[in-house]
Structures are given as C-alpha cells and as structure tokens.
T-cell receptor
C-alpha cells in the first residue's frame, strides 16, 4: 500500500529552527509537496521537490532524497505565525496526491 | 482575484438528507478535486476532473457524485447523508497534474446527525 509518515506533533521555540520529517512509500514518484494549514483554514502551498537536493525559499527549505523515500521541511527563525499543521504529499505514478496526516507545529515564546 | 470559492462554510444535515457543495474557480484551471479531511488523517480524494465533461473516482467516492459541465464549476453531491460523511470538505484546482500547486477553497464543515 501507499504510505506517508510524518510526526503527529512537534514543539519549538520562537526564533529557533525546526525540521519536520516525512518518509514515504508510494507506487511511483512524480514529486513531493509541502503545504501549510492553519487551524480551520485551507492548505496553502509551500514547496515542491522532484529532484534530490535542497530547495530554499526564504525562511523555509525543503529537502528530498528519492533513494531513501525521505523529505524534510526546515523552518528557520520561527515566528508565532508559523504555528500550523504541515502536510507532506507525494504524487504517485498516476499523478494522484497521497497525503500524510500532517504535523502540528506548536511555537512557544 | 477570488481563486477557489466554496459554499457553504458550515452545514448540519440529518441522516438521509441530500445536499450539494458548490465549488467554483476563476483561474481557468483544467484540474479540479474534491477532498475530505478527517481528524488525524491525511486528505482523501473523493472525485477529480481533468476538464469539462470528464470526471473520475478517487480513493473514497462512495456516497458522493460530481459533475463538471463547465471549466469553472465542480459541485459535489451527497445523497442520503450518513454520519460517516461528517468531515471537512475541500475543493481544489490546479493548472495541470504535474508539479503544479493546488489552490484550495476555504472548506465546508459538514456534520451529519
């Protein structure tokens, strides 16, 4: 079966750095997405990786290793507004998105 | 710039009732999707469409129906609502299926009692 694993919840301190991991087992691979979802709101796009390596976008970076079935989202200089759930999703060989359950990130002052 | 518009935001249905969740996008996207999101679970694809007149089942289609008569609109129909359909429903659209971000509507929180 297809599976996306990410931690259920993480806690970090304002101003610090946090890394949210995602491992996947899917039928084929056509890219990995990270979305941010604030409580009660819609998911919004953060990043897309299809090749191995690091993609940097401001305070957020996303890394992919296809051989290991592994990705992480790195958030730097954490702000209180970064408190949200972070969803990892993999596009399989049929171009269907398989979603992880999300990681709830709690930022403490 | 409206993006993806979903209505209603909240709804309470009685068991056996029917309703239609509306979804419209103004970005001229060919691809549209309906997901449900349950607590502690990833988004599950209900139905999707790759263009006007074309729809296909996703992972959890039972109890739902869709139509796509125009590029803009993609309504989701619930027939004979059941408590298992209590969930948050999201409509989304994308320009293509490969490597492009999906834009989501604000969601519909549905409770079936």
């Amino acid at each position: 079966g297809q599976n996306i694993d990410q931690p259920t919840e993480m806690t970090a301190t304002e101003g610090a750095i946090v890394q949210i991991n995602c491992t996947y087992q899917t039928s084929g691979f056509n890219g990995l997405f990270w979305y941010q979802q604030h409580a009660g709101e819609a998911p919004t796009f953060l990043s897309y990786n299809v090749l191995d390596g690091l993609e940097e976008k401001g305070r957020f970076s996303s890394f992919l290793s296809r051989s290991k079935g592994y990705s992480y989202l790195l958030l730097k200089e954490l702000q209180m507004k970064d408190s949200a759930s972070y969803l990892c999703a993999v596009m399989d060989s049929n171009y269907q998105l398989i979603w992880g359950a999300g990681t709830k990130l709690i930022i403490k002052p | 710039n409206a993006g993806v518009t979903q209505t209603p935001k909240f709804r309470i249905l009685k068991i056996g009732q029917s309703m239609t969740l509306q979804c419209a996008q103004d970005m001229n996207h060919n691809y549209m999707y309906w997901y449900r999101q349950d607590p502690g679970m990833g988004l599950k694809l209900i139905y999707y469409s790759v263009g006007a007149g074309i729809t296909d089942k996703g992972e959890v289609p039972n109890g739902y129906n869709v139509s796509r008569s125009t590029t803009e609109d993609f309504p989701l129909r619930l027939e004979l609502a059941a408590p298992s359909q209590t969930s948050v429903y999201f409509c989304a659209s994308s320009y293509s299926e490969e490597g492009t971000e999906a834009f989501f509507g604000q969601g519909t929180r549905l409770t079936v009692v």
